[in-house]
């Protein structure tokens, strides 16, 4: 739609919404046409009336300032004016208003004439302390209004009056370049006598006063200026505050470089920008400062990769203003990347059998375990190491020289002294052995011209029908997402098979591992090591020789960013790279601090000081940063930001760990820490552990559900530790149970199930009986071994609880151990199944084909830990040691029958899964998610999120036991608040399990 607008006074618009002042008096006929997008049409007319200004009034009688006496009448009148009305037709309002100290009382006296005669309290307080303000509003017959105040105070007992003292507040800086905006506030002034002041602000630079609190201000013009600040009270008393201003000439924004710089390869092209409108850039190629004689930027220009570094500076000129600060950018040609570089050997010295690793990471190399260390020889650049088949080096260790996310380079110059030979030739590997399923291997064949990168076995990639003779050649070998290699710069892979693998753990070996395989036969020189895939220009570079890291910046290694705790004394020992060769002079070193409460760096000048020591006494963020410098290059540098935090005394630690225990057993709970000296306070009701708890002063033993909740102390400059939380829980008979199994009577291959049920298991496979939580367990090592308990325990519908005691022997397996099994077969659309997975550190509750429940937990192995599993409808549950573990609670409902089995320590369906390979101990399945707690004698109610709905919690006639039958008291899709349920049905404790 269209809008056109006649507001009668000969101005239109077609806006929607308009705006417009009528500059006369009058009466005008404004309207309104709207056109659609089918040129229909709608007209509103509107008859606006412009009333012109307001009324202008002064009171005359009394004066301002005028002192009053006790019961004084005092006679007003003002003068008074419209542009439209008479006088008579105006309206009057008169308002006196009492102040006294710092508040005042409205509405003390009322007039609505033009002359009003108003009468001063008698009983008013005659002190300096009182006054009244006066004022007179004027309306006229349009409604427009105007008003004035005056303000009079008693007259006959003079107190002392303290002049204000006024404070000027600034938010930001005081001096800059102009233009410059000032942020100013009054609120920190105050009266000695607590009277109102009004505040007045003087700019100093002729510019109009202010009268607000808090106000802003430009100054235009560069300068020194003092801003005034005057507060006036009731009685006139002033005061005054000043803040000085300097105002600079403007400067011209600095150029912007792009690119920044940077290390580069190949020609770069750059452009320049300023943000002053009438600026010049004037830039050097040199690293020497520009003035106006230097070379005027007028668009794009190239640098050229001449194999060393071009450093261009910058600066901004102007008419009238100053010139602009310096900019640099730096751009390194010639080099290669430290990032990511895992390890350098240059083999240009061998002294003493070791080959320094000069990446800054320390993985030197010594003689392969089995081998010798090769010989030093003439190389491609510097020296070499000449080795003659069973000769090897080795560098790093298990977890150095690794891949990034399965990316690898490896660089190096070789040449073979036997072209004859007909075997695969070992140049570099990383492999834990031959034929481990994770590594990898690259070796040469001279006699059928062949290079090959393998991976526990398939090759990743080759390159066949090479031309290879005796002299110096440049490999490289990249992997990525492809293998790919390179022999003097040129792509010759022929094969690309298969993808890239894990580096593995083990070391890295040059030339013979000293495992009986064939190493290298010939020099090799300049070994590189990536965990990264380079680009071609790189590995171009690389096998120029013209990239190596002598004379470059040294590389500076302070770690990863890392928390520690506020009073810990701080080591910082930097990896510092070795020069290649060794030329250089000695090394200096600089720190710098910054962060935390230190609002300014702390700066130590070069010295021969590379080991940094601090205590940071604060918690916040640290950064550390080491320029290392050896006298010929640019100073490398490192940065490493430390979180300080507060110390907290460890959580106590509760043995044996909370779970589940058979009903009339004695638990008898400890607690420790591994802080010397710690005493712990606790609570066994369900409150909060605090500083008045009971202390704890030995074992406590305990027979019934029982929630501990703990804290530490460890002594001064110690926080209080994080509580432990955790609930001892007793089983007995009850509705619900499906079965119970101690492990202790096992006779005649079976296991008894106490629950009464006669849910006895069978056992298969031949398990072993070990010492359990209490008295035996079943171990349960091998993927034929398990317990069959049949298919009644299986009838569950909607809702299941598991719980257990389990001690894994495995922590590296990526494969799930089945700890309960209710289904046919694996992947049965129905019924359930609880998993662990030592590999991925996983505990999983598997319900249908493939949904699941899920907790990341990483079990420590050989040790016993309590796992109860919790389902109901389609949420899961899972508490690992008394304390909910769950990640994803999400799971399929269980639907289970009697027809399926329910095998405890595997799911006897496959031989592609495991059993539990470990123990199993004290194991119970129930139909629902019961809740076993304590006892109430009156169920009280608990709300649902979102709806009205209750629960009840009902008492069973077995002591001990509270239970909730969940599908009768509550619909599927609304959440129980659990712990709200346990609070309401226990005595006291408030279970994890609720």
């Not at 417009?20 to 309207?31: E, I, K, P, V």
Request: glycine share 10%.
């Amino acid at each position: 739609m269209t809008f056109k607008w006649d507001f009668g006074d000969g101005s239109t618009s077609t806006d929607p919404n308009p705006t417009h002042t009528y500059n006369t008096a009058g009466t005008f006929q404004a309207s309104m046409v709207v056109l659609d997008e089918w040129f229909l049409q709608a007209t509103q007319p509107v008859t606006v009336m412009a009333i012109g200004n307001p009324p202008r009034v002064k009171i005359t009688q009394p004066v301002d300032n005028y002192r009053f006496g006790n019961g004084e009448v005092v006679a007003t009148s003002a003068q008074v004016s419209d542009d439209v009305d008479p006088a008579n037709k105006l309206t009057y309002a008169w308002e006196a208003r009492l102040v006294h100290n710092n508040h005042f009382h409205p509405d003390t006296g009322m007039g609505a004439t033009p002359l009003w005669a108003f009468q001063f309290s008698s009983f008013t307080p005659l002190d300096d302390r009182t006054s009244y303000e006066l004022y007179l509003t004027v309306t006229n017959t349009h409604g427009l209004s105007a008003t004035d105040m005056i303000r009079v105070r008693a007259g006959y007992i003079d107190f002392p009056n303290g002049p204000p003292q006024p404070k000027i507040t600034v938010n930001g800086p005081l001096t800059g370049s102009a233009p410059l905006t000032i942020e100013v506030s009054g609120k920190d002034t105050y009266d000695p006598d607590t009277d109102f002041c009004h505040l007045l602000w003087d700019w100093g630079d002729g510019s109009p006063t202010n009268t607000d609190l808090t106000t802003r201000h430009t100054f235009g013009a560069p300068g020194s200026y003092t801003i005034t600040l005057t507060a006036t009270d009731a009685f006139a008393a002033k005061g005054t505050a000043t803040a000085n201003v300097v105002v600079t000439a403007p400067t011209a924004s600095v150029p912007y470089i792009t690119p920044a710089g940077g290390l580069k390869y190949g020609d770069v092209q750059c452009t320049m920008a300023t943000l002053t409108a009438t600026g010049q850039i004037r830039y050097t190629l040199d690293g020497s400062t520009p003035n106006q004689q230097s070379i005027l930027y007028s668009g794009p220009f190239t640098i050229k990769d001449q194999g060393q570094a071009t450093v261009i500076k910058a600066i901004t000129f102007a008419p009238d203003i100053a010139n602009s600060a310096v900019s640099t950018a730096t751009f390194r040609f010639g080099e290669l990347p430290v990032d990511n570089l895992q390890g350098y050997w240059s083999l240009d010295s061998l002294a003493g059998g070791v080959a320094t690793d000069c990446s800054g990471f320390g993985n030197d190399a010594v003689a392969s375990a089995g081998a010798t260390s090769p010989r030093p020889t003439t190389g491609r650049v510097g020296g070499a190491a000449m080795f003659d088949g069973q000769m090897g080096l080795q560098a790093g260790n298990d977890s150095s020289l690794g891949c990034d996310g399965g990316q690898l380079t490896i660089g190096l110059f070789f040449q073979l002294s036997d072209l004859g030979v007909k075997t695969d030739m070992r140049m570099v590997s990383k492999k834990a052995y031959p034929g481990s399923p994770v590594g990898y291997e690259l070796y040469i064949n001279p006699s059928v011209n062949t290079i090959t990168l393998a991976s526990a076995g398939p090759v990743l990639c080759s390159a066949q029908k090479l031309k290879l003779d005796k002299n110096w050649h440049h490999l490289a070998v990249k992997v990525s997402s492809e293998c790919v290699i390179y022999l003097d710069g040129v792509d010759v892979t022929t094969s690309k098979p298969v993808s890239p693998s894990q580096c593995g753990f083990a070391s890295l070996v040059i030339g013979s591992a000293g495992d009986g395989s064939l190493g290298f036969q010939g020099a090799l020189d300049e070994v590189y090591v990536y965990s990264v895939a380079l680009a071609l220009p790189q590995i171009q570079l690389m096998s120029k020789g013209t990239g190596r890291r002598a004379n470059r910046p040294p590389i500076v290694r302070l770690g990863l960013a890392r928390t520690v705790q506020v009073g810990d004394f701080i080591r910082l020992v930097p990896r510092v790279s070795a020069d290649c060769p060794s030329t250089s002079p000695k090394y200096s070193y600089k720190w710098t601090q910054s962060g935390g409460p230190v609002a300014v760096p702390v700066i130590t000048p070069y010295n021969q000081s590379l080991t940094r020591y601090t205590v940071l006494s604060h918690p916040g963020d640290y950064e550390f940063t080491l320029a290392v410098s050896n006298g010929v290059t640019d100073p490398g540098t490192d940065t490493i930001t430390l979180t300080a935090v507060r110390r907290f005394a460890a959580s106590p630690v509760l043995s044996p760990p909370a779970g589940f225990f058979p009903a009339g057993q004695a638990v008898v709970v400890s607690m420790s820490s591994p802080d010397p000296g710690a005493v712990f306070k606790y609570t066994m009701d369900g409150s909060s552990a605090a500083n008045a708890s009971a202390i704890y002063r030995g074992p406590i033993r305990i027979t019934s559900n029982t929630r501990f909740r703990a804290i530490a102390n460890a002594g001064p400059g110690i926080d209080e530790s994080p509580e432990t939380d955790v609930t001892y829980l007793f089983a007995d008979t009850q509705d619900g149970l499906l079965l119970y199994y101690t492990f202790d009577q096992m006779a005649g291959g079976k296991v008894s199930d106490a629950s009464k049920l006669n849910n006895d298991g069978v056992v298969v496979g031949s398990p072993t009986i070990k010492p359990g939580v209490f008295g035996n367990a079943i171990s349960l090592e091998k993927i034929d071994q398990w317990v069959d308990a049949g298919t009644k325990p299986s009838a569950v519908s909607g809702s299941v609880s598991i719980l257990l005691w389990f001690k894994t022997s495995d922590t590296t397996t990526d494969n799930p151990a089945k700890l309960v099994s209710v289904k046919n077969k694996w992947n049965d659309a129905n019924g359930y199944q609880i998993e662990y997975n030592a590999g991925q550190k996983r505990l999983t509750a598997v319900a249908g084909a493939d949904s699941m429940g899920l907790a990341l937990v990483d079990l420590a192995a050989n040790q016993w830990h309590h796992v109860a599993v919790i389902i109901h409808g389609t949420d899961c549950q899972i508490i690992i040691d008394g304390i909910d573990a769950t990640t994803n609670k999400f799971i399929k409902q269980v639907n289970a029958n009697a027809g399926q089995t329910t095998l405890i320590g595997s799911n006897g369906h496959t031989t592609a899964d495991t059993g539990d390979s470990g123990a199993l101990d004290i194991l119970a399945l129930t139909n629902g998610s019961h809740i076993q707690v304590g006892v109430r004698s009156h169920p009280q109610p608990c709300r649902t999120h979102g709806n009205s709905q209750t629960v009840t919690a009902h008492t069973r006639t077995q002591p001990g036991f509270v239970w909730f039958d969940s599908t009768s008291q509550i619909s599927s899709s609304s959440t129980l608040d659990r712990k709200c349920f346990a609070r309401r049905v226990s005595e006291g404790p408030d279970s994890l399990l609720a």
